[in-house]
């Protein structure tokens, strides 16, 4: 029961924001924003309400359902802790998307273009110090078809993410306070790099360990 209390707290706490200030909401509240920090999309104040809800109640529906679909699930009783840190900051961060768009709506200051890069950057920071301890599976981690076929490939490509989570994670925390043609290009720039660096990675280490 305990695993479960940081996420029904979390969604309990985002209703309650939502209810309590709901009648001091416009009518249109703001639900995505640019990467310039402008407002780019508007929906009802109910739409936003259930829409940033019901992903948070999806995301924990998600976190419950996924180990018993997993082909691997025998593997995530050997990872249970970190399974249970990588849900509670997602959940996290999903509380505050829901939080900070309350925020915007009732007119509070809020420099979105800041406030969502430092967050993406702790949440990588934090997966980052875990991700070696993730076992293989298919839902959790870098998952590609040569992670998935041999342990050892997992093992050395998630020691390789994990530095890249982390180095990344604090370069996306630095990068709203640079100048605007320096962030866009470091964003785009650490997401090639997490994401691919460890793709080519893991192909190189299965072609050398396992030969074909």
């Known amino acids: 029961m305990k695993k479960h209390l940081f996420p029904i707290l979390s969604i309990m706490i985002s209703i ?5 200030a709901y009648k001091h909401l416009p009518a249109q509240m703001p639900v995505q924003w640019g990467v310039d920090g402008q407002v780019n999309r508007y929906a009802s104040t109910f739409s936003a309400f ?4 019901g ?3 999806a995301v924990y529906a998600m976190l ?7 082909p691997k699930k025998g593997n995530y009783i050997k990872f249970t802790r970190t399974y ?9 961060l999903f509380l505050a998307i829901s939080i900070v768009t309350v925020l915007a709506g009732m007119g509070t200051p809020i420099s979105i ?7 993406v950057g702790i949440l990588f920071i934090i997966l980052g110090n875990y991700m070696q301890t993730i076992k293989p599976n ?6 590609n078809p040569w992670t998935i076929s041999n342990d050892e490939v997992w093992r050395k490509t998630h020691r390789l993410g994990g530095r890249l989570f982390i180095g990344g994670g604090l370069l996306f925390i630095i990068e709203p ?14 997401i090639v790099v997490i994401v691919g660096v460890p793709m080519v990675y893991s192909y190189i280490l299965h072609k050398r360990i396992v030969g074909h």
């Not at 249970?84 to 996290?92: D, E, R, T, W």
């Not at 298919?138 to 998952?143: A, E, L, N, P, S």
């Open 177 to 190: 306070f640079l100048p605007r043609s320096v962030s866009a290009v470091l964003s785009v720039g650490l």
């Open 138 to 143: 298919w839902f959790v981690g870098i998952k």
């Open 16 to 20: 309650t924001v939502w209810l309590f």
């Open 84 to 92: 249970s840190i990588i849900g509670n900051v997602l959940i996290a």
């Open 50 to 53: 259930l829409l940033l809800n």
């Open 64 to 70: 419950l359902f996924l180990p018993r679909l997993d």
């Open 113 to 119: 273009n800041r406030v969502v890069p430092v967050a």
């Open 55 to 57: 992903i948070l109640i």
